[in-house]
């Protein structure tokens, strides 16, 4: 298993707020590398595919970058309706794994 | 509609079996392979494995093998998650998700989720 960690765990901001949160991969990824977005009661949802390739439908404020052993997702503006817990999910090697996940919620 | 329809909650004893299903619809189901995803009580999430709709080819992890089984019913457009001996720790949250054969291979449509509890 590659082992992927996120931080911070949580983070409070305010609406405006540009949020980063950070995937690092135990070993390399390379770009496979897929974040989620999950809200209490629902399905997760997908956000960002291949490390930087924004799902279709979701708003442009959300972005992602890095590759090998390091990850970032940005929120540029937080809204309200962020709030939620947002994961890493790797699928470079044969068993996949996601981050512990980060908390996000809006002061 | 593009769909994974998941079987409703369920209360179990400790010991007991128990096959969880998830429905495919409004796409081509041998495309696309299945994943289940555990969720602890508060806890987050956890990948359990992954089947080929094409040849039930199985992928587990390594924190799972072992412990459950996840077959497919192509006929039927169904995938399961199955379990011989539930213990009060399988207590927890279970997603279907799907994707496809395009590297990343992201999880592009989930489940509703179905809930099982464990308990005596």
């Known amino acids: 298993d590659i082992q992927m960690t996120q931080s911070p765990s949580s983070l409070s901001a305010s609406v405006g707020d540009r949020v980063t949160i950070t995937c690092r991969a135990g070993q390399s990824a390379s770009n496979y590398l897929n974040w989620y977005q999950h809200k209490p009661g629902t399905a997760p949802k997908l956000l960002i595919y291949?490390?930087?390739t924004l799902q279709s439908g979701v708003p442009s404020r959300f972005s992602g970058s890095g590759s090998g052993t390091e990850f970032t997702l940005t929120i540029s503006s937080l809204q309200p309706e962020d709030s939620a817990t947002y994961y890493c999910q790797q699928s470079y090697s044969t068993t996949w794994t996601f981050g512990q996940g980060t908390k996000v919620e809006i002061k | 509609e593009v769909q994974l329809l998941q079987s409703g909650a369920e209360l179990k004893k400790p010991g007991e079996s128990l096959k969880v299903s998830c429905q495919g619809s409004g796409y081509s189901f041998a495309k696309y392979w299945i994943t289940w995803v555990r969720q602890l009580p508060g806890k987050g999430l956890e990948w359990m494995g992954r089947?080929?709709?094409?040849?039930?080819?199985?992928v587990y992890s390594p924190s799972f093998e072992g412990l459950i089984t996840i077959s497919i019913d192509t006929s039927i457009t169904t995938a399961y998650l199955q379990w011989s001996s539930l213990k009060a720790s399988d207590t927890a949250m279970y997603f279907c998700?799907?994707?496809?054969?395009?590297?990343?291979?992201?999880?592009?449509?989930w489940g509703q989720g179905t809930p099982v509890t464990v308990s005596s």
């Open positions: 089947i080929d709709p094409s040849d039930s080819y199985t």
């Open positions: 291949g490390a930087s």
């Open positions: 998700t799907r994707h496809g054969d395009i590297i990343p291979y992201p999880f592009d449509l």
